[in-house]
Every structure is written in structure tokens, then in C-alpha cells.
């Protein structure tokens, strides 16, 4: 299945530049594209192939492009992703100094759940048998207090040929404060033409556990991301393929082979990067992005700046990387509904994903999302995917009349459950990045997008005290639309570990740095470069930071940084700078700033009348065509718009006006 669909009359004209450039984001359900072909706009969706998921980004720009050959694809990658989740990743040799093969079992004594009995935390991803310790010694300054050999080199190439390591991750202590032995050790082993991760050139900060950590699942991901990513750039054909970073800036291949633990989020960093855009373009800048697909739902917190952070724990593994703030939760489109040995109803998070997909697309038989939506009424069948892919009601309905038998009650009320369920799963979600952050919801709006996200926002931000909701233009389509004005980026890091610091000086250990990115990002065709430095800073003797922009007030806006979070400061007390962060970007205007779209020059009328279910009871609602819709349209819920990529449930508590891009913007009425 596959539905594409030409946006330039709705979007006039997205670029002044001749060149093809293209976005995708491949999903569990659906993989998405957007081009900019010629200065227009065109978007296309195809069903995901997670078996080799490149076959459906081919697939899908052959019959969007026909004859146009792409200048760029920037690529929101989840197979790193998926190799952490499914455990089907490399065998992992380490590489570490003797007595220290344990630390990455060891890990920190933190407990994510306080209360549990019996505690449990991910096996290791490498085996106790592939830990191998050398003799070598540098201390936190770097000196060198056991050197390491020859004779200990030439024992390492030996162990590493003999066994069948796939990867190899390379970890000594203090490698940040002298790369020298991790170095060494990576000459030894690059002649057997293995994956190699070299944990200074991936993380150069203290703290050996997430250092350590984050250089296994880069080893653990690394062949696959990078097969996966040749067989795309050999098909691609001459085009210059560019992966997402988590941080929502863009890498290339090349990199993203090397490092694949930078793209471990990028498909929902993808995401965050489109709503900025297209919230700077309608003058909202705090908001919560609600990106609900079909297998998964991110949520993110932006006010004023994507908010990042440095360490993530996919599947329960320290990763110190930049990734912007988002929680995911398994609640998407194709999430299976069941009923628990305690006769409760669970939505998720398993989902039926795009094969067999659920219900009513033809193969699956377990009761999704999907199906409670269809049955319910919100989901128009003739108009999914703007009538392309036909959807099949009567196989939702029995799905749904399976899961009513079990609950002793009615399909309508089964499907009502379901939507129930899900929507407090992902109500809490948000709660995570916002109430348990010290944020009031109710000072946010609500920017939903997704295949899903649009059919749940209105209930969703109903019981979230959410006034004010964006539906974007192809909302099903916003990460892809992300992706394609992505610009280059990197971001390094270094441990400085220097007390009572003075700007200066900060300055000079940053300038490596500075060269670096600037010499990497110039070798990737950009032409101009804007940087950001911060330092992650504490009182002297504490055990965790927080990161302030360097600038020449960094200690006072600290000091006020602290009070802000911690209802404390010290103004008096010694502080202490660990790291010195760099955040650089390629700098020049997004091709895919949002257009204007024509006025609306009479009354918007429905394509038809139908049932639906609002709130606990069926009335027949008004169905309209987004396309239809001109700016300055105006309808109270409920109402029902089908578009492309996905449906809108307007709720009777809320008041719509497609504003002058195209956009829905919901208020709550008075």
C-alpha cells in the first residue's frame, strides 16, 4: 500500500531551490516522505517493511520522485533503535583494564522503582567470558602510571582474533584525560576490520560507568546500522544520505556508521524539530509535542528550546549522549487491547506494528487502537489515506466483539474502553515531563501530530486542563517534514574539572573543540557555522550538575539556575565547571518554513453526516475534508476531519479556526 499526494496548492511554494531534497521517517506502521521537488511540496506514505527497512524508503521515493533523482535524504533511522529494543544486536567484545571488565554489570546503585521486591535490571550486553582486562593505568589527570606494552598489545590482537566478536568496544579508565592507550589499542585491532568504538572519541567525559555503557550499545548497534545503512546509500544511487541525530540536528552516513548511538531517538527528535518550526512560524513557542503513531507515543516539552539531555536509559542502558527530552510510551495506532489475568483492560504496550498490522487493515485479527477509533466512528474507512488504503470495518468490528465478550459488555463500550485506556497511558506520559518536572500542563499548548495523535488530543487535553491545541497541516507527516529542514549539526563534550573557573580559560579549553566541529561540519558542504558553548556545573563536592550557557555572567546565572531548581543557592560556596559542552549547527534558512494558505471564501460544507461516538454516546456528526478548509474557517465540536496522513476528532468542548497556515487551532470554549 502507498498513497502520495501533491501539497503545493496547499502549501504554495515551499523553496526557491531547483534541487530535490527529501525527509523520511520510517515508523513501525507507515514510513513517511516529504520532498521539496522543484520548489513544491510532495508527501507520500508507504507501509513499513521491518524486515529491511530500507526496501520501503526505496519503494516510496520511486513513486513519489518517478524520474527526479534526490540531491539529499536526510533519514530518521530506527534501526539502532530497534536493535537495543529486540536485543538483535552484535556479539560485543570489551576491552578494559584488568579489574574493571565488571563495571558495566556493576553499573550505579540507583533503583528506577523504590518499592519493588525484587529488583530487576537488564543483562548485560556483553558476556562475562567476552571482558577482557589489560594491564594499563592512567590516572584522572591523565598521567600514566602503568604503560601500556607491546608485548600487551600484541596478546590483545591475538585474544581478539581468536574469538568471534562481531564489535569491539574499547574502554580504559580515564581515557578522557589521555586518549594515548585507547588509541593504541584501536591501531592494534583495525586490521581485523571489525565495528570498533572507542569510548573518548564517542564520550570524553568522567564517569566510567556511562562512558563505558554508552560505548557497549554504540559496539552493540554499530554493525547493523551500518549494513543497513550501506545497502540504503548503494541503492540511493548518488544521493547524499544524511541520518538524524537524537538532538535534532542532522549527521552523515558516514558518521552515523561509526557513532550509530547518536541516532538512537531520532525519528521523535525529528518530530520536535518540525513542531519548532512550524511553532515559531505561528508565534507559539511553549508547548508539549503529542506524537502519536502507530506503534509508539513521544512526548516533549518545549518552552522556548527544545529542552536536552545528556544521559538516556533505552531499555535500561546508561547512554550519555545529547538527546532532546522525550518519553515514549508503547500506546500508538496499532497497540493490541487484551484483557489481564485480573480481568482488567490493558492497551499496550505490544503492538500489531505494520505486519499483520490491525484489524481492519486486512490481516491481523487482535483488536488495536485502530479498530476502537474505526468503531467508534472518529476513523472514516472511505477516507483513510485520503481513500487509498481501504480499510475494512466489518474485521474491526468482530476484533472489537471478541474483546466486548471477555469484558461482558457491548462493542461500542469495548471500543470506548480501549480509547480510555490509552489516552490515561498517555496522559501520563506527559504528566512525566511536566507536573513531575515542576510544569503546569495547563500553561502549555498542545501540539498534536502523528497518524493518531489528532483523534486523541481533544480528550487528551481535556483531562490535562489543556485549553488551546495545534493540529498541524499533514500531521501524520510532521517528522519526515522535520527531517527534510534538519540542518548538519554536532556536539561534543570535555571534562575540564576545574574550580572557581574564569571565562578565559574556559574559552581556551573549549577552542579544540570549536576547530573540530567547525573543520567536520565544512567537510560536509556547510558554508556557514553558528556554535553554543555550556558548562555543566556544581558546588564543589556535590555529585551532579546543571548546564548553563557560558557566557561572562556563567556563575551568577548558576547560582540563579540553582535557586530555580533546587529552592537553594550559595552564592558564597566554591563552584566547580566538569564539563564543557559544544552545540553547532549549520546555519542558513529551513526550506521548509510554513506558507500561507488562501482564505476561505464561503461557508466550509461536509463531505457527509455519520455516527460517532462523543463521549458516552453515538450522535451523528458532521465529517469535512481538510483540503476544504480555508484559513479562517470556523467549527464547533464535534466535528470529524479527514485528511492524508491523518483524522481529526474535534471534541463538543472545543472551537476550531484553521488559522492562515493551514493549520487547526483548537480553544476550549468559555
Same mark, same amino acid.
Given at each position: 500500500m502507498s498513497v502520495a499526494q501533491n501539497s503545493s496548492s496547499r502549501t504554495r511554494r515551499a523553496s526557491d531551490s531547483g534541487t530535490t531534497i527529501v525527509g523520511v521517517d520510517t515508523g513501525g506502521t507507515f514510513t513517511d516522505l516529504v520532498a521539496i521537488i522543484r520548489g513544491e511540496l510532495r508527501v507520500h506514505k508507504v507501509l513499513s517493511t521491518p524486515a529491511d527497512p530500507a526496501d520501503a524508503v526505496i519503494r516510496g521515493l520511486a513513486e513519489m520522485l518517478a524520474d527526479d533523482t534526490p540531491a539529499a535524504v536526510t533519514y530518521s533511522s530506527t534501526v539502532a533503535t530497534n536493535a537495543l529494543l529486540e536485543k538483535k544486536g552484535a556479539r560485543v567484545a570489551l576491552i578494559t583494564n584488568a579489574g574493571f571488565e565488571d563495571v558495566i554489570e556493576i553499573g550505579r546503585q540507583n533503583r528506577d522503582d523504590l518499592y519493588a521486591l525484587a529488583p530487576s535490571r537488564p543483562e548485560p550486553l556483553v558476556s562475562r567470558a567476552m571482558r577482557f582486562g589489560i594491564a594499563e593505568r592512567t590516572l584522572f589527570d591523565g598521567t600514566t602510571i602503568q604503560p601500556l606494552t607491546n608485548s600487551e598489545l600484541a596478546r590483545i590482537r591475538k585474544l581478539a582474533s581468536a574469538i568471534d566478536?562481531?564489535?569491539?568496544?574499547?574502554?580504559?579508565?580515564?581515557?578522557?584525560?589521555?586518549?594515548?592507550?585507547?588509541?593504541?589499542?584501536?591501531?592494534?585491532?583495525?586490521?581485523? $576490520?571489525?565495528?570498533?568504538?572507542?569510548?573518548? #572519541? *564517542?564520550? %570524553?567525559?568522567?564517569?566510567?560507568?556511562?562512558?563505558?555503557?554508552? +560505548?557497549?550499545?554504540?559496539?552493540?548497534?554499530?554493525?547493523?546500522?551500518?549494513?543497513?545503512?550501506?545497502?540504503?546509500?548503494?541503492?540511493?544511487?548518488?544521493?547524499?544520505?544524511?541520518v538524524m541525530q537524537s538532538n535534532g540536528s542532522a549527521i552523515g552516513a558516514e558518521l552515523a556508521r561509526v557513532e550509530p548511538i547518536r541516532t538512537i531517538l531520532s525519528g521523535p527528535a525529528a518530530g520536535v524539530v518540525g513542531?519548532?518550526?512550524?511553532?515559531?512560524?505561528?508565534?507559539?513557542?511553549?508547548?508539549?509535542?503529542?506524537?502519536?503513531?502507530?506503534?509508539?507515543?513521544?512526548?516533549?516539552?518545549?518552552?522556548?528550546?527544545?529542552?536536552?539531555?545528556?544521559?538516556?536509559?533505552?531499555?535500561?542502558?546508561?547512554?550519555?549522549?545529547?538527546?532532546?527530552?522525550?518519553?515514549?510510551? $508503547?500506546?500508538?495506532?496499532?497497540?493490541?487491547? #487484551? *484483557?489481564? %489475568?485480573?480481568?482488567?483492560?490493558?492497551?499496550?504496550?505490544?503492538? +500489531?506494528?505494520?505486519?499483520?498490522?490491525?484489524?481492519?487493515y486486512g490481516r491481523g485479527d487482535a483488536a488495536t487502537v485502530t479498530d476502537a477509533d474505526l468503531v467508534a466512528g472518529r476513523l472514516v474507512a472511505e477516507n483513510f489515506l485520503g481513500g487509498k488504503m481501504k480499510l475494512q470495518p466489518e474485521r474491526a468490528a468482530r476484533a472489537l466483539s471478541g474483546l466486548a465478550h471477555k469484558m461482558k459488555s457491548t462493542s461500542a463500550a469495548a471500543a470506548r474502553g480501549v480509547i480510555r485506556v490509552v489516552n490515561a497511558n498517555m496522559e501520563r506520559a506527559i504528566r512525566v515531563i511536566t507536573v513531575e518536572r515542576g510544569y503546569d500542563p495547563r500553561d502549555f499548548a498542545l501540539l498534536a501530530f502523528g497518524g493518531a495523535g489528532p483523534m486523541h488530543a481533544c480528550e487528551l487535553a481535556l483531562d490535562l486542563g489543556i485549553r488551546h491545541i495545534v493540529m498541524p497541516q499533514n500531521p501524520g507527516l510532521l517528522c519526515a517534514w522535520g527531517a527534510v529542514g534538519a540542518p548538519l549539526g554536532r556536539e561534543y563534550s570535555l571534562t575540564v574539572r576545574e574550580t572557581n573557573p574564569n571565562h578565559a580559560r574556559l574559552l581556551h579549553h573549549a577552542a579544540p573543540m570549536i576547530r573540530r566541529v567547525r573543520d567536520e561540519l565544512k567537510s560536509e558542504g556547510a558554508a556557514k557555522i553558528e556554535h553554543e558553548l555550556w558548562v555543566d556545573m556544581r558546588y564543589r563536592g556535590q555529585s551532579y550538575e546543571l548546564e548553563v550557557a557560558l557566557t561572562p555572567r556563567f556563575v551568577a546565572e548558576f547560582h540563579s539556575l540553582h535557586r530555580q531548581t533546587f529552592g537553594h543557592a550559595a552564592p558564597d560556596a566554591a563552584v566547580e565547571v566538569v564539563n564543557i559542552r559544544i552545540r553547532a549547527i549549520a546555519a542558513g534558512k529551513a526550506p521548509t518554513a510554513p506558507k500561507k494558505i488562501a482564505r476561505m471564501k464561503s461557508k466550509a460544507a461536509p463531505i457527509s453526516r455519520r455516527s460517532v461516538m462523543v463521549g458516552n454516546r453515538e450522535r451523528i456528526v458532521s465529517i469535512y475534508a481538510r483540503d476544504s478548509l480555508g484559513a479562517g474557517t470556523r467549527l464547533r465540536g464535534p466535528v470529524v476531519v479527514v485528511e492524508l496522513s491523518s483524522t481529526a476528532y474535534v471534541a463538543p468542548e472545543f472551537e476550531l479556526r484553521v488559522d492562515d497556515f493551514g493549520n487547526l487551532q483548537l480553544e476550549a470554549a468559555r
Open positions: 566478536a562481531e564489535a569491539f568496544a574499547i574502554c580504559l579508565l580515564h581515557s578522557y584525560a589521555n586518549p594515548k592507550s585507547e588509541e593504541a589499542i584501536a591501531r592494534t585491532l583495525k586490521p581485523l $576490520g571489525r565495528p570498533l568504538s572507542v569510548s573518548h #572519541r *564517542i564520550l %570524553a567525559e568522567y564517569r566510567e560507568y556511562e562512558r563505558f555503557s554508552t +560505548a557497549v550499545v554504540n559496539a552493540y548497534v554499530a554493525p547493523r546500522m551500518s549494513s543497513h545503512l550501506q545497502n540504503l546509500e548503494t541503492r540511493l544511487k548518488g544521493a547524499r544520505l544524511r513542531a519548532a518550526t512550524l511553532a515559531s512560524a505561528i508565534g507559539t513557542d511553549r508547548f508539549i509535542t503529542f506524537d502519536m503513531g502507530g506503534t509508539s507515543t513521544d512526548v516533549s516539552l518545549f518552552d522556548r528550546r527544545a529542552r536536552i539531555r545528556t544521559l538516556s536509559h533505552p531499555e535500561g542502558y546508561a547512554v550519555r549522549t545529547p538527546v532532546i527530552d522525550i518519553h515514549t510510551v $508503547g500506546a500508538g495506532g496499532g497497540s493490541i487491547a #487484551r *484483557i489481564d %489475568a485480573g480481568g482488567s483492560l490493558q492497551v499496550g504496550p505490544q503492538s +500489531a506494528g505494520a505486519d499483520p498490522g490491525p484489524a481492519c
